[in-house]
């Protein structure tokens, strides 16, 4: 299975990663309309880490791990593996608990509490590649095969 990976060593901290992410689950797909005039602004599903000052930066996003401890956690059923491998959250069924993002050991399930419901990555599946990893300037996110715990 495709997943992403961060190569920390040249992550520069711009948030373009997080700016495409809201971008492609926004209604307009348009970055301006998207933060400016939508009225539920999505949010990213992948997030900036910084430490020692901004030096040392990686984007953090869902690694769907072969065996999720969000899945397990999750106490409505809401998150799903798919035969792809793709761990998604079924934002209908979701009840808010949070139960998901205390199990995520990667802080890589975000809340979203105007909706009161777990949001994650969903590896763009309208896409070839996830728009974060598009929109890296410095290549720092990397869409290959691999496999994760």
């Given at each position: 299975?495709k997943?992403?990976?961060t ?8 948030h373009?990663?997080e700016v495409?992410?809201i ?10 309309k998207?933060?400016?005039h ?5 949010i990213?599903?992948c997030?900036?880490?910084e ?6 930066s ?8 072969d065996?999720?401890?969000c899945?397990?956690a999750?106490i409505s059923g809401?998150?799903?593996k798919?035969?792809?491998g793709?761990?998604?959250i079924?934002t ?10 205390m199990?995520?050991p990667?802080?890589?399930i ?5 909706k009161?419901?777990a949001?994650?990555?969903?590896l763009c599946?309208d ?6 990893v ?9 869409y290959k095969?691999?496999?994760?715990k």
């Amino acid at each position: 299975m495709k997943r992403i990976y961060t190569l920390e060593d040249v992550c520069i901290g711009c948030h373009l990663c997080e700016v495409a992410c809201i971008t492609e689950h926004s209604r307009s797909k348009d970055p301006v309309k998207a933060f400016l005039h939508e009225p539920e602004r999505p949010i990213s599903r992948c997030t900036v880490e910084e430490w020692d000052g901004g030096v040392v930066s990686l984007s953090t996003t869902c690694r769907h791990c072969d065996e999720p401890d969000c899945l397990r956690a999750c106490i409505s059923g809401a998150i799903q593996k798919n035969d792809s491998g793709v761990v998604r959250i079924d934002t209908e069924q979701c009840v808010g608990c949070w139960s998901c993002v205390m199990a995520c050991p990667y802080g890589a399930i975000q809340r979203n509490l105007a909706k009161k419901k777990a949001n994650k990555c969903d590896l763009c599946p309208d896409r070839l590649t996830p728009a974060c990893v598009e929109a890296c300037p410095n290549r720092a996110l990397v869409y290959k095969e691999g496999s994760q715990k």
